[in-house]
């Protein structure tokens, strides 16, 4: 018995170090952000090198359409900070404390997703949570997505706890920290731990009154606490999630950036996010307690298909519930595969399906690699400019968008901005001594005559297909951003 309690401890942890190493190697190939986690990344900045001087944070110059709450960024600076300070005492570069605490971010959703596959384990065994961590690892976008400093991916690990706490019917917890997920970090989530509180209710397994008693006083302690918060550090009083479920939702406004049709999520983001293993999820069915996963899961996604704007980060939530259920399915053929030729059919396809995740994991993030060209850029800055040389850069919208972060300014006695109240070609763009912006031609003949091209970025505008190589595919690059340097002045 004993022998048997080490190999399966032993497995766990092989399984384990799968999703952290398929993790690492997501942030390592993609260590630059976009501007949808800049507000997050900056604060975690602004955190930890300014730390209470509070004028000198980004935000307060660029403050974004709608505020956010600072309390995920506080926790993430908080443990990485010790690797942080160490870092800086041996003088490494900032860049190296990006991937710290997008690592911190990661291993915290990991953490969660792991605390998840037990209760998994445990409801419907072995095989079924071993196949859990297998497609998860291999597909793509919850592993792409679990270090960046995304709204959604700041909520996911108070989510997937939440979850595990339904599964374990600690039901006091589960309100709880569905209360902190919903009044800090992401509104929306009251669709879908509101679906599963629901279900909890009519299956009587919870009373309304018992219900009550913890929402209560847990949502007047979330909402106290991101309010008292949030405003300190905004300088005024604010709810930030409250502000941004009545801009997203009341007003509609985040339709502003992009529509898409009403069932998008059905037919893109689900078949995207989860690959062929969406196809095991109506087998997983087999099992009736897999209905108290798929039904608040897919209740989520048909209510928020009501918004017009959508992208699939919005419903990753749903990813663990749904490979549970695919999971399940799975495990029904593996662990049946000696019945029948039928069975061993399926056992092959269960093999086969994560073959395929990994392959499409795999070119999806080569694909990737290419999308961060303000972040290159900066390396490329860094790397072609004596560091002694007087530096005042501007960066503009393009290249601030793409990669570009206070941990990349990594020259303390260098001047970035990011200003954008300054005309291309104007006298005050002229006084800088590097500019870095779109490759945009009738911009660029503004400088033809006062800077030289330093550099030339690259970025993907697309795939094509090219059966005629392996793999078999072209990735379509067009040059996007130019790194300009002024010409010296004649005396």
Same mark, same amino acid.
């Given at each position: 018995m004993a022998g048997k309690r080490q190999s399966g401890s032993g497995r766990q942890r092989r399984l384990l170090g799968l999703l952290v190493a398929v993790a690492a190697v997501h942030l390592v190939t993609c260590p630059y952000t976009k501007v949808e986690e800049s507000f997050s990344l900056?604060?975690?900045?602004?955190l930890l090198y300014h730390q209470l001087d509070v004028e000198q944070y980004d935000h307060l110059e660029f403050p974004g359409v709608v505020p956010r709450t600072f309390l995920g960024p506080l926790v993430i600076a908080v443990v990485s900070s010790p690797i942080v300070c160490?870092?800086?005492?041996?003088?490494?570069?900032?860049?190296?404390?990006?991937?710290?605490?997008r690592a911190v971010l990661g291993l915290g959703v990991i953490f969660g997703l792991w605390t998840f596959q037990k209760e998994v384990r445990r409801h419907f065994g072995a095989?079924?949570?071993?196949?859990?961590c297998w497609m998860t690892a291999t597909q793509f976008h919850l592993m792409f997505y679990c270090t960046r400093t995304l709204p959604n991916v700041l909520a996911l690990p108070t989510v997937l706890l939440a979850l595990t706490a339904c599964l374990q019917q600690r039901w006091a917890r589960f309100i709880q920290l569905s209360a902190l997920a919903i009044l800090v970090f992401r509104a929306e989530l009251s669709l879908l731990l509101g679906l599963v509180l629901l279900l909890l209710l009519c299956t009587r397994r919870l009373s309304v009154t018992k219900a009550l008693r913890h929402a209560v006083p847990a949502g007047l302690l979330c909402l106290g606490l991101t309010v008292a918060v949030d405003s300190y550090f905004w300088r005024y009083l604010v709810w930030p999630e409250g502000t941004v479920l009545w801009y997203n939702t009341i007003q509609n406004k985040s339709s502003n950036w992009g529509t898409s049709p009403l069932l998008w999520y059905f037919y893109s983001a689900l078949p995207r996010g989860l690959g062929s293993s969406l196809l095991f999820v109506p087998l997983g069915l087999v099992d009736r307690r897999a209905w108290a996963l798929l039904l608040?899961? *897919?209740?989520?996604?048909? %209510?928020?298909?009501? *918004?017009?704007?959508?992208? %699939?980060?919005?419903?990753i939530y749903t990813f663990p519930l749904l490979n549970t259920v695919a999971a399940r399915g799975c495990a029904y053929l593996l662990n049946n595969c000696k019945k029948s030729w039928l069975y061993k059919a399926g056992s092959l396809l269960v093999t086969g399906h994560l073959l395929m995740n990994a392959a499409y994991s795999a070119t999806a993030l080569y694909v990737s690699h290419f999308n961060y060209p303000g972040g290159v850029a900066m390396q490329?800055?860094?790397?072609?400019?004596?560091?002694r040389t007087d530096v005042v850069l501007h960066i503009d919208v393009a290249a601030a968008q793409t990669g570009v972060s206070r941990f990349l300014e990594v020259n303390g006695a260098w001047r970035y901005e990011k200003r954008e109240d300054v005309q291309p070609g104007s006298q005050h763009m002229l006084a800088y001594t590097h500019l870095l912006m779109e490759a945009a031609p009738g911009h660029l003949a503004l400088y033809r005559d006062t800077h030289r091209v330093l550099a030339s970025v690259s970025g993907t505008t697309g795939v094509s297909l090219n059966l005629t190589r392996l793999p078999p595919f072209n990735v379509n690059l067009q040059t996007k951003l130019v790194l300009l340097e002024r010409l010296l002045r004649p005396s």
């Open positions: 900056q604060a975690v900045h602004d160490m870092l800086s005492l041996l003088g490494t570069s900032k860049f190296y404390c990006q991937l710290t605490v095989t079924a949570a071993t196949m859990f608040p899961a *897919l209740g989520f996604v048909s %209510l928020y298909s009501l *918004l017009p704007h959508k992208e %699939l980060r919005f419903i490329r800055l860094h790397e072609l400019v004596p560091p």
